[in-house]
Antibody
Framework: EVQLVQSGAEVKKPGESLKISCQGSGYTFASYWIAWVRQMPGKGLEWMGIIYPGDSDARYSPSFQGQVIITADKSTNSAYLQWDSLQASDTAIYYC?????????WGQGTQVTVSS | DLQMTQSPSSLSASIGDRVTISCRASQGITNYLAWYQQKPGNVPKLLIY???TLQSGVPSRFSGSGSGTDFTLTISGLQPEDVATYYC?????????FGQGTKLEI
């Protein structure tokens, strides 16, 4: 069974850094793109970027380029989303998803709350 | 950049109705189009990929059509459990943008 398990909820202050994770199992992790999707409170799904764990080729939405960094470690079957300096507007649920035919599998989501 | 536009943004229908949601891509994406259902508090769920292929386990009342730039999701015989927000997404290349969503109420 394919599973994507994300790290737990985070509460941070503005200006702090953060790295959240997504660990895959039940398939060859290195062979499928993993995307990150943001959902702000009460809003729709926003595509942030995607990475191919096999060679760590990462691509970003223009809206998120320079705002976040997407990385992967195929030795631990994990993908990561990180911020160097969080803002209150980063408060959202962040999902990882495996791209196959469409985004077939999703993580459970990581709630990130940024508040002073 | 590629953009996806859904219509309507919300709609209200009755049990048993046939419901249609439209999605338009700003450039051609052949049939690399997926539809998702998201119920409140839940993770998005893949319903349809390749514009018209039903994901395993999805009820047959859901169907998709279209190619190029214009696509449609149809629910034939609306059920109470179909209350959700529906999103289209292009995955032809990168980026893989989502439509803004269609909130379906009964």
């Amino acid at each position: 069974e394919v599973q994507l398990v994300q790290s737990g909820a985070e509460v941070k202050k503005p200006g702090e850094s953060l790295k959240i994770s997504c660990q895959g199992s039940g398939y060859t992790f290195a062979s499928y793109w993993i995307a990150w999707v943001r959902q702000m409170p009460g809003k729709g799904l926003e595509w942030m970027g995607i990475i191919y764990p096999g060679d760590s080729d990462a691509r970003y939405s223009p809206s998120f380029q320079g705002q976040v960094i997407i990385t992967a470690d195929k030795s631990t079957n994990s993908a990561y989303l990180q911020w160097d300096s969080l803002q209150a507007s980063d408060t959202a649920i962040y999902y990882c998803a495996r791209r196959r035919d469409g985004y077939e599998n999703w993580g459970q989501g990581t709630q990130v709350t940024v508040s002073s | 950049d590629l953009q996806m536009t859904q219509s309507p943004s919300s709609l209200s229908a009755s049990i048993g109705d046939r419901v249609t949601i439209s999605c338009r891509a700003s450039q051609g994406i052949t049939n690399y189009l997926a539809w998702y259902q998201q119920k409140p508090g839940n993770v998005p769920k893949l319903l349809i990929y390749s514009a018209s292929t039903l994901q395993s386990g999805v009820p047959s009342r859901f169907s998709g059509s279209g190619s190029g730039t214009d696509f449609t999701l149809t629910i034939s015989g609306l059920q109470p459990e179909d209350v959700a927000t529906y999103y289209c997404q292009a995955y032809y290349s990168v980026p893989n943008p989502f439509g803004q969503g269609t909130k379906l109420e009964i």
